[in-house]
């Protein structure tokens, strides 16, 4: 079974995928200050139809620069009723 947000923020979720998708050649993979990062949404079902989810910068992976790791730095959250979107590591850059 999946999980269920409002239109607003649905409508948001597509923006950002969108230009992250135009910019990277991902849906969720956006560039911020030089470094790389990537977000996931989570599961969780809001009362107000928000949507959260975490946000991971890939890292140099000490076992070879053929490796590609990542390690959760933040998180966003895009309010279900007015579509504003909270987050750290630069996640609104997807908007602009």
Do not use: L
């Amino acid at each position: 079974m999946g999980w269920s947000c409002s239109a607003i923020a649905s409508n948001i979720m597509d923006e950002i995928s969108e230009k992250s998708f135009k910019k990277s050649g991902s849906q969720n993979v956006y560039e911020h200050k030089g470094k790389w990062f990537f977000w996931e949404t989570s599961r969780k079902e809001h009362e107000d139809g928000s949507i959260t989810g975490s946000i991971h910068q890939f890292v140099e992976d000490p076992r070879g620069k053929d490796r590609v790791s990542a390690r959760r730095v933040g998180s966003f959250k895009i309010d279900g009723r007015t579509g504003k979107v909270r987050g750290s590591y630069g996640i609104n850059v997807c908007r602009r």
